[in-house]
């Protein structure tokens, strides 16, 4: 009876020390993310998964389509909606000019004072040359500002993840 009432009262201690209280739990869950985000800023390889998209002119709004950029060592695969003043185009297209694959070039990685980072770019779509910048949280919350020769600036929120694997 007593052996029992022990590993009873043993199993009772034990349950307690490993469950966590909900702001422990947040802690760890943000702790990954901030591993996890790290991580993919230092290999130079991650998926932007945007979620909104803010045009200098006009208002924002949330895409409801799975819109996202790659970015992997040498190459972004961009596919992004636009919404915007287009200042030279050809004409009869109808095509994003924010949905191509291209080679990156200036590839500049920061620091920010306050965390994060800062990722800035250069690439060509078809007939246009493309800045990239993104802004990186810790967590992972990712801000993406495209500027370009030929339209009007614009700007997407979203988060950044690991690249999917592709079925085989």
Partial sequence: ??????LVSAGMVLGQETKMTGKEKKAARKAEQIANTKTLVEAGAWQFNATRMTPMSGRSSNLTSSYRVVVDSS????????????????????????????EISE????????????????????NDRLEYIFRISETGSTTLSVN???????????????IPSKKQ
Avoid: C, H
């Fill in 148 to 162: 370009s020769n030929d339209r009007q600036p614009v700007s997407y929120s979203g988060d950044l993840t690991e």
């Fill in 1 to 6: 009876m007593i052996v029992v009432l022990m």
């Fill in 107 to 126: 590839f500049k990685k920061e620091e920010s004072p306050k965390g994060g980072w800062t990722v800035t770019f250069k690439t060509r779509n078809k």
């Fill in 75 to 102: 190459k972004v695969d961009s596919y992004l909606p636009y919404s915007g003043r287009a200042y030279s185009v050809n004409y009869g297209t109808t095509d994003s000019p924010m949905s191509f694959k291209g």
